[in-house]
């Protein structure tokens, strides 16, 4: 029933910008809290952002200020604008509904130094 679609990475310069989405359906991101996750070869998939139904956000440490997630509720949508990447930002990027033990395909993020 639920299908969350992650779109809109690709290869950027180091310093450059991102906008990811999320596609989703037999969901409703206004009434869930969502998150966008990252993995890196060789590293644990890690949290790198949230935002909670009721509209609050939290993110990782090393994204905070450059990160920003957000949502579309009619177009049922959450983003993920990225600022300022770093090489060390190259992972798979992926999005799920909080607590939820299965993960799509993702988007490749890479970023040239």
């Known amino acids: 029933q639920v299908q969350l679609e992650e779109s809109g990475g690709g290869l950027v310069q180091s310093g450059g910008s991102l906008r990811l989405s999320c596609a989703a359906s037999?969901?409703?991101?206004?009434?869930?809290?969502m998150g966008w996750y990252r993995q890196a070869p060789g590293k644990q998939r890690e949290l790198v952002a949230g935002i909670r139904s009721g509209g609050t956000t939290n993110y990782a440490d090393s994204v905070k200020g450059r990160f920003t997630i957000s949502r579309d509720n009619a177009k049922n949508t959450v983003y993920l604008l990225m600022n300022s990447l770093k090489p060390e930002g190259t992972a798979v990027y992926y999005c799920n509904q909080w607590g939820r033990n299965v993960w799509g395909q993702g988007t490749q993020v890479t970023v040239s130094s």
């Open positions: 037999g969901i409703r991101v206004s009434i869930n809290s």
